[in-house]
């Protein structure tokens, strides 16, 4: 369970909020792009990219000479999201329109990992994210590739998930509306897979 900050202190319909370490890890998990937003020279930036978790670290890589590695390297204060939607909640009334999703919001600042046999592991984890199994058919990384890239880990330390389920809440006058209401799945799949 993580701590309770300000900051994620849910008060925007609390009970669809959660502390819990688990059900944080288990959303992470499953998504394949997160943002990581924060502020350089005075301006706010999101980059959109692939994360991934070992234990209680959420790690990202990038170039040694990319912005984001040369920004969380330098100790930059971050907010990590990540949302999985479920499904489209379509409502009798259009205020009531909504969407069922899991999503989890992280601060922190990420430390850059230089053991080269943490990296090693760390990238080799990201690979069977990707694709169970596949780590041990590929070549693994070279040293020359370690160096060039940077790895960094954002403790899951401040945090919170947020979900919403269930059909739509229509008020009692709009419940004889002559439209049709309901939940609309949605879900991400892998397609056959396409040779080189």
């Known amino acids: 369970m993580l701590t309770k900050t300000d900051r994620t202190t849910l008060r ?37 990219t692939t994360h991934w978790r070992m234990g209680g670290q959420v790690l990202f890589h990038g170039g040694q000479g990319s912005r984001l590695a040369k920004v969380m390297a330098a100790g930059a ?4 999201t990540v949302t999985l939607v479920d499904g489209l909640v379509l409502a009798r009334s259009a205020f009531h329109h909504s969407m069922n999703y899991r999503s989890v919001i992280l601060f922190g600042q990420a430390v850059e990992v230089t053991d080269p046999v943490e990296k090693a592991a760390a990238f080799a984890a990201l690979i069977e994210k990707l694709s169970p199994g596949r780590y041990s058919q590929v070549r693994p990384p070279t040293d020359k590739e370690l160096a060039a890239t940077k790895l960094l880990a954002l403790s899951m330390t401040e945090g919170s998930a947020k979900m919403r389920s269930g059909p739509p809440v229509d008020d009692e006058a709009d419940l004889s509306w002559p439209v049709w209401a309901g939940v609309v799945p949605v879900r991400m799949i892998r397609g056959k897979p396409v040779a080189e």
């Open 77 to 80: 204060e971050l907010c990590v």
């Open 12 to 48: 925007q319909r609390p009970h669809r909020g959660s502390h819990d370490f688990e059900a944080m890890a288990a959303i992470l998990d499953e998504a394949l792009a997160c943002t990581i937003s924060f502020v350089d020279e005075g301006r706010p930036v999101s980059i959109p």
